[in-house]
């Protein structure tokens, strides 16, 4: 069975430039999932997903981020104006019953 | 909301058996992960355990879950060198919902 895919693995960008993550969940799973992983520190959900709708988005700096999943697969997570702040790892999971299966990571890293 | 705690670091020699502790605020909790993070590498779930459950067992991990205290460890028998990675609790209120994390535990195994 395929994992979550994500791309791209590494990304650097100037602050106020923007980015777009890109993310594939596990065939079938309805629930997706966007965290946040700042260097030392656990993963923060920004997003949840469940099919194409928003269940819990009160973490999203929404004046900067947003994200999108189109016909309930894929998803897109963007960052406008991006800030020195916003460097860290962003993971895309996906769960169908218990647990959630994560993708390597998308590294950003804004100078 | 959910508060996970873990402490940072815990050193073991290769052979030996590793306790990683958790302690969580919310009882309305009934799904607690661990996950293992590899340098650069995405979370990878290892074990969970359900809140009816006191202890669960798969092979080399032993979970046990105290649900007065909410208090949650993961215990690895004949730790092992590819056994050091750093160590997330996950807390969640139930299937597919959104997952909590403690700042994670790193193990250090030493020959």
């Known amino acids: 069975e395929a994992g979550v895919a994500q791309s791209p693995r590494y990304k650097i960008i100037e602050k106020r430039q923007s980015v777009a993550f890109w993310c594939n969940p596990i065939?079938?799973?309805?629930?997706l999932y966007w965290y946040q992983q700042i260097l030392g520190q656990g993963p923060k959900l920004l997003i949840q997903?469940?099919?194409?709708?928003?269940?819990?988005d009160s973490q999203l700096p929404k004046d900067r981020f947003s994200a999108e999943r189109l016909k309930g697969v894929d998803s897109t997570l963007k960052i406008q104006p991006a800030k020195l702040e916003d460097s860290a790892v962003y993971l895309c999971?996906?769960?169908?019953?218990?647990?959630?299966?994560f993708g390597q990571g998308t590294r950003l890293t804004v100078v | 909301g959910e508060d996970v705690e873990q402490s940072l670091f815990l050193s073991v020699r290769e052979g030996d058996s590793s306790v990683i502790n958790c302690t969580y605020t919310?009882?309305?909790?009934?799904?607690l992960y661990w996950y293992k993070q590899e340098p650069g590498a995405g979370l990878q779930l290892l074990t969970y355990?359900?809140?009816?459950?006191d202890m669960k067992q798969d092979q080399r991990l032993t979970v046990l879950l105290n649900k007065k205290d909410k208090h949650l460890s993961l215990r690895i028998a004949d730790t092992q060198t590819g056994d050091s990675a750093i160590y997330f609790c996950?807390?969640?209120?139930?299937?597919?919902?959104?997952?909590?994390f403690g700042t994670g535990t790193r193990l250090q195994v030493t020959l």
């Open positions: 996950a807390a969640a209120p139930g299937t597919a919902s959104k997952l909590t």
């Open positions: 999971a996906s769960s169908f019953l218990s647990g959630a299966f």
């Open positions: 919310d009882s309305s909790s009934t799904y």
């Open positions: 355990i359900f809140s009816n459950m």
């Open positions: 065939s079938g799973h309805a629930t």
């Open positions: 997903f469940q099919n194409n709708g928003v269940v819990d």
